[in-house]
Nanobody, 126 residues
Framework: QLQASGGGLVQAGDSLRLSCATS????????VGWFRQAPGKEREFVAA????????YYADSVKGRFAISRDKDQKMVYLQMNSLKPEDTAVYYC?????????????????????WGQGTQVTVSS
């Protein structure tokens, strides 16, 4: 299972750190991605991290502002979001890939996600 948390209401320019808690299924062996879905829009890719924690992949819209990381001991995946913009407003989801020892590019589309966590709302006011 995966559970996302850490969302909230912030102002433009602020920072937030989202957390994805994993349990069961040896999620430490799988790549994990963050996705988001704004009202009326499709769910889109944000960032992904390989099972080792050394490989990363980011959407162009968040490069240089967001950073994904994982703590295998704590079975957590984080998304540090800096310089937030109103267009970052969305429900954020974490999702796990379907292949053990997965690389970050294996969780860059919703089709590649095998397990989804609950979402957490991020609202950025201007």
């Amino acid at each position: 299972q995966l559970q996302a948390s850490g969302g909230g209401l912030v102002q433009a320019g602020d920072s937030l750190r989202l957390s994805c808690a994993t349990s069961g299924r040896s999620f430490g062996l799988y790549a994990v991605g963050w996705f988001r879905q704004a009202p009326g829009k499709e769910r889109e890719f944000v960032a992904a991290i390989s099972w080792t924690g050394a490989g990363f992949y980011y959407a162009d819209s968040v490069k240089g502002r967001f950073a994904i990381s994982r703590d295998k001991d704590q079975k957590m995946v984080y998304l540090q979001m800096n310089s937030l913009k109103p267009e970052d407003t969305a429900v954020y989801y974490c999702g796990s890939g379907g292949r053990r020892f997965g690389t970050s590019d294996e969780v860059t589309s919703t089709r590649q996600v095998e397990y989804w966590g609950q979402g957490t709302q991020v609202t950025v006011s201007s």
